[in-house]
């Protein structure tokens, strides 16, 4: 019996396949793809995590030196979204991996982060500030 295909039913008829993809899912089409390619060995907890960071690194790769206006520009229709959306894919690929390889309960890790931010940014004293929890305000 062959394993179930993890991908979408629908993959090309829904607009967000965010609305339609659990991370479940794509923790598993990361596995297959990478057991296909005997990627185990290569794939310990810090190489994952360099993965991440390298990937990351590449997000930020394209707004270095540039204005507000430049990055408006680069997220527009004539800019170059696809390629941010690209290493955007990158690091979650390694994030999906991670936590595969590492037993992570992603949405739970989320949700309880979540709740421990929402903890050190209550409403009141947060809104409309970027401040950090730990930090006291300059003036
Ligand atoms: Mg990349």
């Known amino acids: 019996m062959s394993e179930p295909d993890p991908r979408p039913p629908v993959l090309d008829e829904v607009a967000r396949l965010d609305d339609v993809t659990t991370l479940s899912a794509l923790k598993e089409r990361v596995r ?30 394209h707004f270095r030196f540039q204005s507000e206006e430049d990055i408006a520009a680069i997220l527009g229709p004539n ?3 696809a390629e941010v959306e ?19 309960d992603l949405a739970r890790a989320f949700e309880r982060k979540l709740e421990r931010n929402a903890a ?4 009141d004293s947060a809104r409309g500030s970027n401040r ?8």
């Open 32 to 61: 297959a793809f990478c057991d296909e390619r005997d990627w185990d060995r290569f794939h310990g907890a810090k190489d994952l995590a360099i993965g991440l960071v390298t990937e990351a690194s590449e997000v930020l790769e």
């Open 79 to 81: 800019g170059r979204k």
């Open 86 to 104: 690209a290493e955007l894919a990158d690091a979650l690929f390694f994030i999906l991996r991670f936590a595969g390889r590492y037993d992570i």
């Open 120 to 123: 050190k940014y209550p409403v």
């Open 132 to 139: 950090k929890y730990n930090r006291a305000p300059l003036r």
